[in-house]
């Protein structure tokens, strides 16, 4: 009889958990990526502030799954779905929407930026989703203090050292800690017309506190140790508008040529593909088993689906998706060898953390609340562990542990500065064209 044939779209988090539990079942598994590489998102704003390198938060996805003989990984962007015909649409630099049939569907495709309706941001606040969307955060910080050391007028200097991040949840709060560390540690000394330490790093959100996930008390802790890092915490107000000058929150512009955004994001598409029930963000309804209803051969998992347990829906974190993903690979295999299938899904939460700046976190595991440097190092064990390989845990380690020391960062490389976007962000600050279209 044929081998039943999976096909897993995705090899973020959940996607790769789903392949790994595959790996001794007798199918053919492909993986479908838009991407070559697992990227490591957690880490992603230490990439954007120069502490990692992209690859040390990155690593093949083929390479991950090499010892898996039954898994083939694709590189292409999956297009559609046709449920009836049981069979998705792909495409890659060489054809365009070529169908491939499957037994078992696992959707794990994760989620993209979300400018709640204001699209028009994207071009002066980029986001932080990808690798490419760290380098390019990375290059505009790099960017703007060559500008200001260039700028032979100092009344310019504050606009371009100004930096804003709108959005304070884990990953705003991360990066304006890692920032404010960075400027007033590692650039100290480089600069001779301005002081790095003088940059004005803003965190901007409508929520009424930091970091909403975590508890009041924790919140103001991160809170306290941002304001003592030297970032001005803004809250209770939305940014009404950004563009190429700076932004607008309540009513004040706030000039800067460095805006990033930290806010909201949005599921992937898989929804639409599969024309099924999504929650109000756009994310697929799914089952306790984590399929479709209808369709107990297609899952969905990780940030692109959408399940409520114990009343509340589940977050978008790392764990909800490996623990999903591990699920589905675990029931479809049973299903294929025959075994009975696994009770319903139960994600099991093992807290939630977040680094502010050296040598501090904030850690919620059920009752227990702490924050200081116990749960930074709590912070920086569990970060390692979850690193896909143990070439990347032993470098990120080593690279953690001269940052640490030395207060040295790993990749200040402006490496698209002959680029296109060197060129706008010289032409915006009247530099001579000669030297930008170079
Ligand atoms: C900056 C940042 C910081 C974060 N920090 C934390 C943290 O500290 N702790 C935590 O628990 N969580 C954190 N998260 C959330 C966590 O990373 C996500 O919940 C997790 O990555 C979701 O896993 P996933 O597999 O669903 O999606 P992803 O990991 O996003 O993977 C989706 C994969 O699908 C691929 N893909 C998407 N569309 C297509 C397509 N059409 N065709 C082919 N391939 C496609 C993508 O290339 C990607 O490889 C953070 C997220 C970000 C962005």
């Known amino acids: 009889m044929a081998k039943p044939k ?11 958990a789903a392949a790994k539990a595959l790996r001794k079942t007798p199918a053919k598994v492909d993986l479908i990526d838009r ?3 697992h990227v490591f998102q957690p880490l992603l704003y230490q990439v954007a502030t120069s502490v990692l390198t992209p690859s040390q938060i990155a690593t093949p996805i083929r390479s991950v799954l090499r010892n898996h003989e ?6 292409g962007e999956v297009t559609g779905v046709d449920k009836d015909r049981k069979c998705v649409f792909f495409s890659d630099a060489d054809r365009q929407n ?3 049939a499957y037994d078992y569907l696992v959707l794990a495709t994760g989620a993209s930026h979300s400018y709640f309706g204001h699209n028009q941001f994207a071009e002066y606040a980029p986001g932080l989703k990808s690798l490419a969307d760290a380098e390019a955060a990375r290059n505009k910080i790099l960017q703007a203090f060559e500008l200001a050391e260039a700028e032979e007028d100092p009344s310019r200097h504050r606009d371009l050292l100004t930096f804003i991040l709108v959005g304070a949840g884990p990953t705003g709060v991360e990066m304006a800690g890692a920032l404010a560390v960075f400027v007033r540690t590692t650039l100290k000394s480089d600069f001779r017309r301005i002081d790095p330490r003088s940059a004005r790093i803003l965190l901007v959100d409508m929520a009424s506190r930091v970091l909403p996930p975590f508890s009041e008390s924790l919140s103001r802790a991160a809170k306290q140790r941002l304001e003592n890092l030297g970032v001005e915490v803004r809250l209770g107000h939305s940014v009404d508008q950004i563009d190429a000058d700076g932004i607008v929150v309540a009513g004040e512009r706030i000039a800067s040529k460095t805006v990033i955004w930290t806010a909201g994001v949005a599921p992937s598409p898989a929804g639409k593909w599969l024309n099924v029930e999504t929650d109000r963000a756009g994310r697929v309804r799914i089952q306790k088993d984590l399929t479709v209803p209808g369709h107990p051969e297609i899952f969905v998992v990780g940030d692109t689906a959408s399940l409520d347990q114990n009343g509340k829906p589940l977050p978008g974190v790392a764990q909800v998706a490996i623990q999903q993903g591990r699920y589905a ?21 093992k807290g939630s953390m977040a680094v502010v700046g050296k040598g501090f976190a904030v850690l919620q595991t059920g009752k227990v609340q702490v924050s200081g440097f116990l749960a930074w190092l709590t912070w920086a064990a569990v970060h390692l562990q979850f690193l896909a390989t143990s070439s990347l845990r032993l470098s990120v380690f080593l690279q953690w542990v001269w940052t640490y020391v030395t207060g040295q960062r790993g990749d200040r490389l402006i490496v698209n500065h002959l680029g296109a976007e060197y060129a706008k962000a010289a032409a915006d600050a009247t530099i001579k064209p000669a030297f930008a279209g170079r």
């Open 6 to 16: 999976i096909i897993i779209v995705g090899g973020g988090f959940a996607g790769l």
């Open 329 to 349: 690979g675990k029931l479809i295999h049973n299903r294929v060898v025959g075994s009975p299938a696994p009770g319903p899904f139960n994600y099991f939460d």
């Open 98 to 100: 070529v169908p491939i």
């Open 70 to 75: 039954n898994t083939t990984v694709i590189l």
């Open 35 to 37: 991407t070559n590489h």
